[in-house]
């Protein structure tokens, strides 16, 4: 088997279950060559993925006014290191991370839904995120992940 480079996107690096478990799997999975893409900056993962010779590459989508130039931006990125999959972590990074993909004709694009049930705390603009992804869920990825199990209505 070849092995392959697999680019990991991910809505950002400071502390969580989603950001650990990614770690975890770029430091222990040593076959293929894995590249990190952070959509919202630095975080506490970032010294860890560098000081183990990972490639980690930020974008500031959080700030609205670089939403736009940060996707183009993303987008020409997916197409420079040119990586045979993408895999995206959480919502955010699911639907533009997997329309990025998708727009710089990457052919295997997997999500990651790290969730079952739809807090009622998000913001409104992370559920509309979750609804358009739904939606989207159709055309994008070619496999989704889940780590999670529920019978209840989302």
């Known amino acids: 088997m070849k ?15 989603a950001e650990a478990t990614l770690v975890k799997l ?4 040593t076959f293929h060559k894995h590249v990190i893409i952070s959509l919202n900056g630095e975080g506490k993962y970032t010294d860890i993925l560098k000081k183990n010779n990972l490639e980690v590459f930020h974008f500031k989508f959080k700030k609205i006014f670089l939403f736009i130039p940060e996707f183009i ?20 990074s699911d639907l533009f991370g997997g329309l990025a993909a998708k727009l710089a004709f990457i052919k295997i694009i997997i999500w990651n839904i790290r969730a ?35 019978n209840l209505p989302i």
């Open 3 to 17: 092995s392959k480079l697999i680019c990991h996107v991910i809505t950002g690096l400071d502390a969580g279950g």
């Open 73 to 92: 931006r993303l987008i020409f990125l997916f197409k420079k290191i040119n990586p045979e999959i993408v895999q995206t972590w959480m919502y955010h």
């Open 116 to 150: 079952s049930k739809l807090p009622v705390d998000y913001k409104i603009s992370t559920k509309l995120v979750i609804k358009f992804g739904a939606y989207l869920s159709w055309i994008i990825p070619n496999k989704i992940i889940t780590c999670s199990k529920t």
């Open 26 to 29: 770029v430091l222990k999975e």
